[in-house]
């Protein structure tokens, strides 16, 4: 199955299925979605991230210019390196304990199970 992202103001709205008989290439696959009535602009995206570097989800946003899905910033601290990856601050610790990021402090905490 072929999935195909609709993209507004440069953010994924939402994601379909395509079945790959209606979308062998890239285009056919627009094409079928034009033929449905759905306007607007589509990329495909890769479930597998096989291309445009990982799966579009909805608040995804889509670089043009790269050619791929950027998933949402998950704390304002973080920023967006040359990958299209967000980092921290600071990296997590690796100690093979378990860490979740405490943005208020912007640091990493231990996660400890009760």
Partial sequence: MAHFAQIIDGTVARVIVVHN?????ESDGKAFIASLGLGGEWV???YNNNIRKQYA?????Y????DV???PQ??????LDENHDWQPPTP???DGKPYAWFE???????VVEP
Avoid at 57 to 61: M, W
Avoid at 63 to 66: G, L, T, V
Avoid at 104 to 110: K, V
């Fill in 21 to 25: 008989n209606d979308a062998p290439t």
């Fill in 44 to 46: 495909q995206t890769s």
């Fill in 57 to 61: 989800g909805i608040g995804y946003t």
């Fill in 63 to 66: 670089d043009a210019d790269a």
């Fill in 69 to 71: 899905f950027v998933a």
């Fill in 74 to 79: 998950p704390f304002p601290s973080w920023t």
């Fill in 92 to 94: 997590c610790p690796d």
């Fill in 104 to 110: 208020p402090n912007r640091q990493w905490i231990e």
